[in-house]
């Protein structure tokens, strides 16, 4: 019978829980979006335009390494299914919350092979997580 009282009672706990808690994903996708106020335990997703057949490629310059952890390499996916050559896309990166802090994620779009060269884009986001 105890069981049957405590049952609604920690169903109603969970669900205040649950409804405090900030959105998991935060997914950026133009300079615009920043900076960004974010969580611990949060997954940064960052998604800017790119075409690699360009020869420009995005490099991360300063990964807020302080509060930010990769989840991974960059993920490029054609906007196309890979239907048109030399079509652009999407390059994306996933990024854990593991503390609070502040820091910046800036990332470089520019060719390899000319790294004294002014960057042809730059994304430069200031994170601070509570």
Do not use: K
């Amino acid at each position: 019978m105890l069981y049957a009282r405590l049952i609604p009672v920690l169903g109603l706990s969970l669900l205040a829980a649950c409804a405090q808690q900030p959105a998991h994903n935060v997914t950026v996708e133009e300079q615009s979006d920043c900076p960004q106020q974010l969580h611990v335990g949060q997954h940064l997703i960052v998604s800017l335009p790119s075409n690699p057949t360009t020869g420009y490629r995005w490099a991360i310059q300063d990964s807020a390494g302080g509060v930010l952890r990769s989840l991974g390499p960059e993920v490029y996916t054609s906007s196309d299914n890979g239907q048109l050559l030399g079509s652009g896309g999407l390059s994306t990166w996933r990024f854990q919350v593991f503390a609070p802090g502040s820091g910046r994620l800036r990332l470089t779009s520019q060719q390899p092979w000319e790294p004294e060269a002014e960057p042809a884009q730059v994304f430069d986001c200031a994170i601070t997580v509570n």
